[in-house]
């Protein structure tokens, strides 16, 4: 399978732990988008990658999370000092980059409960 | 900013009917794109069907067909001869056409909860 892929797929944490999130786009898709979904809502945006750099973060994205592409393959979200209300899916997603006729494909997401 | 809102947070209907879902969003932009993603439970988001806002006539899909309503903004999803595997949540989502950073990042409704009884 050569979808896009996330690891872990659920992941329980204590208030104020760090926690770390991968994603592995499909190979030779350059633009990685990060969403964050919560419970009976739709996503939301977080942050936007081409290639290995980060071209725009949403509001959502609090100083205690970062993102990194290394590279312009993986992706990976560090969320530090997890709180209750980081409890949510994170969704990862990844593209052609052909512009705006693209597709953007999902993985399965990282469930997050923090506790 | 653009929104997406989807008004039936349920519905349910019997297997072989056809349904229809509904979705209006608010925008200042002539060119974007309209899309319609499934998330069947503990799944991944799938594409349905897009639209392009510049083409007047509706996209099809197999069993699935969307109304489009530009002047209205409304986009609603049709799906006919239902099946039970059609069970999922169903999302809306809009895309800017041409953006100055390339950041073609979905904005969604809260989606609607489908269920289809055998």
């Known amino acids: 399978d050569t979808g896009v892929s996330q690891n872990p797929r659920h992941k329980i944490t204590k208030r104020g732990q760090n926690v770390t999130f991968r994603c592995d786009p499909i190979s030779e898709h350059n633009r990685l988008y990060w969403y964050r979904q919560t419970l009976g809502q739709g996503p939301e945006f977080l942050t936007y990658f081409q290639n290995e750099a980060q071209l725009e973060k949403s509001r959502l994205l609090s100083d205690r999370f970062s993102a990194e592409r290394p590279k312009g393959s993986f992706s990976t979200l560090e969320i530090q000092r997890t709180e209750q209300g980081d409890s949510a899916m994170y969704l990862c997603?990844?593209?052609?980059?052909?512009?705006?006729?693209?597709?953007?494909?999902f993985g399965p997401g990282t469930r997050l409960l923090v506790l | 900013a653009q929104t997406v809102t989807q008004s039936q947070p349920e519905m349910s209907v019997q297997e072989a009917e056809t349904v229809t879902l509904s979705c209006t969003y608010d925008t200042s932009e002539n060119n974007y794109y309209l899309f319609w993603y499934k998330q069947p439970p503990s799944r991944q988001m799938i594409l349905v069907i897009r639209q392009e806002a510049y083409k007047q006539q509706n996209a099809t899909e197999n069993r699935f067909s969307v109304n489009f309503q530009k002047a209205a903004k409304s986009f609603s999803l049709k799906i006919s001869d239902s099946q039970l595997g059609d069970t999922a949540m169903y999302f809306c989502a809009f895309m800017k056409h041409k953006t100055m950073d390339s950041n073609y990042q979905l904005i969604w409704g809260a989606g609607t909860k489908l269920i289809i009884k055998p």
């Open positions: 997603a990844s593209s052609l980059g052909q512009g705006a006729r693209e597709t953007q494909y």
